[in-house]
């Protein structure tokens, strides 16, 4: 059996990330061979993560991240609000989100390379070493072919991390600064305006048919005749598109201008055309369902692990 030194145990910690106790076991358990403790921390560390996996993670973070003509945006969950404050999940964070702009999947992301380790096996090491479930949820890429992908995150916590993350492409031939300025107000609205769709032409039909439906029935009952009523229909789906379609809607910055309008001033002043070709929109916990306890509660969980 090799000896078990003080530099040994050292050394495991900074593999793994283990306390000192645990790396010390691990080290005896292992007979002193380096690279069956790393392994029997791991299984551990799958173990507790295991355990872990039926809490509902809903906090944590969103990602951004942009390179050129490429952006990428990433929601990486964990089960408290204090984990996204915690600098190694930052950084983790941080780390799957520049991986995230050569994949073009959430499951080739989980697989992608991280130091060595996949991302999934990395999450679960941190999942036992912080004691919270965490799931990588979702990621989107935006790439064109000339332009740049501007980013924007709302209320950051650290350089592109926060808790809503856009991303704006812009097809276009203007310098870069003109881009990075007229995209970043647009995915400023973005954030704040919450657009369904890029444009009409974007908008799902089933939506559009039954929206046109409801319209119809809504002048009926106001007992306009049925040529009047389609014609108030049609000025009633221009409201609904200004609503829904981002380059329909009012510009929330200065209240007046469209979208569409805004890129074609920018793109005047810039000598070349710009064209808005997509949109990500990521805000943390969307669409989870998360049990509602009180604050106390909340801590003793964090608390307790």
Do not use: W
């Amino acid at each position: 059996m090799a000896e078990i030194t003080t530099a040994k145990i050292k050394e495991l910690r900074e593999k793994t990330g283990a306390g000192m106790m645990d790396a010390k076991k691990a080290l005896t358990e292992a007979g002193g061979d380096m690279e069956a403790a790393i392994e029997e921390l791991r299984k551990k560390g799958m173990a507790k993560a295991d355990k872990k996996s039926s809490r509902t993670a809903a906090e944590g973070l969103v990602a951004v991240v942009t390179s050129g003509t490429k952006g990428a945006v990433v929601e990486l969950n964990s089960e408290t609000d204090f984990v996204s404050r915690n600098g190694e999940f930052q950084a983790f964070v941080a780390q799957v989100a520049q991986k995230a702009l050569d994949v073009d999947s959430v499951e080739a992301l989980s697989a992608a390379d991280l130091s060595g380790k996949s991302v999934a096996n990395s999450l679960t090491d941190l999942i036992a070493k912080i004691g919270e479930n965490m799931t990588l949820r979702r990621m989107e890429k935006l790439e064109v072919d000339n332009g740049a992908v501007v980013s924007y995150v709302h209320g950051a916590l650290a350089d592109g991390l926060g808790k809503i993350g856009v991303l704006v492409a812009l097809e276009s031939t203007a310098d870069a600064a003109a881009l990075e300025a007229v995209g970043k107000q647009v995915a400023m609205h973005v954030a704040a305006a919450f657009p369904k769709y890029l444009d009409r032409n974007s908008v799902d039909q089933a939506a559009m048919d039954k929206e046109r439906a409801f319209l119809i029935e809504q002048a009926k009952a106001e007992g306009k005749p049925e040529e009047i009523a389609q014609k108030m229909v049609e000025g009633r789906m221009r409201k609904f598109y200004e609503e829904v379609c981002l380059l329909d809607q009012v510009f929330v910055i200065d209240g007046e201008s469209r979208i569409c309008d805004v890129l074609a001033k920018a793109g005047k002043e810039a000598g070349a055309e710009i064209k808005l070709t997509g949109y990500a929109r990521f805000q943390l916990g969307d669409g989870i369902e998360k049990e509602e306890e009180d604050f106390a509660a909340e801590v003793a969980k964090a608390a307790n692990g």
